[in-house]
């Protein structure tokens, strides 16, 4: 018999000698004989030219979510190439396979509609499929979380892989890059200060490269938050795109992920309550994005952790941001990179971190700023006493107006705002805002405070970041640069202003939002953690009554199960019946 050759046999059991199924032998096919079914997989495996020496190899999957529509993930084909010449060093077998890819500005009608479908498909393709382990390929806004939340309910080993920034470009001798310079020039050219042929020329410049936004966006703040949470090689967070080191990075995911697989390394004693707080720290360390809070939330659900937001608050208070990028500071990722990445942020952050929290290295993440060494003199990641700004970049806001919180980037905020009482005009839904904000005739002066309301998870659907509403057009021809503006949406993680977002419950499900008119007095105080509507409390009652809110629905479709089970922004807008049955309790614990 040729070594090619194979009879049948019952599931084999793994390399750690443990009697469960691994390989090719997991996950078969039912059809009433274990043994046919092993049988038939590895005939059809073997059409592919695949020998028996092959497949009786730790099997690891790797997800594809390359897409001509997803420029972010552009190097998806070489990451590939580098994971599976990781695999095969280190013993294991590659196996490919395309999942959904979701870029932010080609999905409509918000990229997070389809995060919670890109994380079943995520979670049911791991278990469906037969592999020890898993290297995600993530890195666009909501590819990364999604990944996370379907590998924490599949349970598998696995190692997160960002795809990495963009390169930054030039517009006249000023360096830019998407996307906190997009809206910059945008805003500029609603307020005539440049020209139609000018922010044409600024387009070709503010995407240099294939790669994620060059800032500290959505992507961005995922990728030192998967670091942080312990799911990447080290140092996996900020290699940009183009960079013989991300290709590095890609081919140690791929050897860890072998290791995983035979350590049975899976991922709930990567995801601990102890690695969350970390992520946590990080993320307000950083300046992150707001939709970082929203998606840990959902990553930490689906281990049956809730996020404590009045203790993430408090940890604010004592975790000041030292990375100077925008839209909080002034560098980008490559810098951040050349600074030594997330190793010289969490030197500094040490004091305040949990060193013993494991990573998928099978090391501490205490012992892995060790190996690192020493930090050298650079001017990106500041020490703790020289922040960017003394506290996290994030501040939980409560009141009668957002009952269950909400949050404002405080770090790229105007300060001048940030104690602030205003007239509310009120914006019904995104298409009222749309149709109004450039009227001549609209009243609103600098001193109001927007409001847009059904923006929420269920009033979009999909909580779209429109919560960063433009400043009116009258005002930003007169020089207007910021407003106060409140909504129950999301916002950029390349935005910057004086934004309340995620007001919980949303405006399309009852909350007080919903009842807010023009007119209405509105009292922000960061400093106090309030944001108070002025209106007695039998009044609002009153309109409540008068106004029964309808909750959307939907006929049919991935809509319908859309709005029937997400939950709002503070359980991370997951779907209900996606968090596992045993709650383990909040966190921070302490």
Sequence with gaps: MSSNDSTPQAPADNAAGEGRPAGMSKGLTSYGDAGFSLFLRKAFIKGAGYTDRALDRPVIGITNTGSAYNPCHGNAPQLIEAVKRGILMAGGLPMDFPTISIHESFTAPTSMYLRNLMSIDTEEL?????????VLIG????????????????????????????????????RVGACTDCRRYWAKFRAEEIDAEEVADVNNQLVASVGTCSVMGTASTMACIAEALGMTVPGGASPPAVTADRM???EQSGVLAVEAARNRLTIDKILTAKAFENAMRVLLAIGGSTNGIVHLTAIAGRMGYDIDMRALDRMGRETPVLLDLKPSGQH?????????????????????????????????LGEEIERAGPGFKQDVV??????????????????????????????????????HEGRAVVFENAADLAARIDLPDLDVNADDILVLKNIGPKGAPGMPEAGYMPIPLKLAKAGVKDMVRISDGRMSGTAFGTIVLHVVPESAVGGPLAFVQNGDRIRLSVARRELTLLVADAELARRASANPVKVPTAERGYRKLFLETVMQADKGADFDFMRPAQARGSIPSR
């Design 382 to 419: 500041r020490s703790a006493a020289n922040p960017i700004y003394r506290e996290g970049g994030i501040a939980v806001l409560e009141g009668n107006l957002a009952p269950g919180g909400a949050i404002i980037k405080q770090s790229a905020a105007n300060p001048a705002l940030m104690e």
């Design 139 to 174: 890195g666009c806004d909501k590819t990364v979380p999604a990944q996370l939340m379907g590998a924490a309910s599949a349970g598998l080993p696995a190692v997160q892989l960002i795809t990495g920034s963009m390169l930054t470009g030039s517009h006249r001798s000023e």
């Design 332 to 364: 980008y990722m490559e810098d951040f990179h050349h600074a030594g990445g997330m190793a010289t942020l969490l030197r500094e952050l040490k004091p305040l971190l949990h060193l013993d929290a494991l990573t998928v290295t099978g090391r501490t």
């Design 126 to 134: 791991l278990r469906a499929q037969p592999m020890d382990a898993v």
């Design 248 to 250: 590095r990075a890609a």
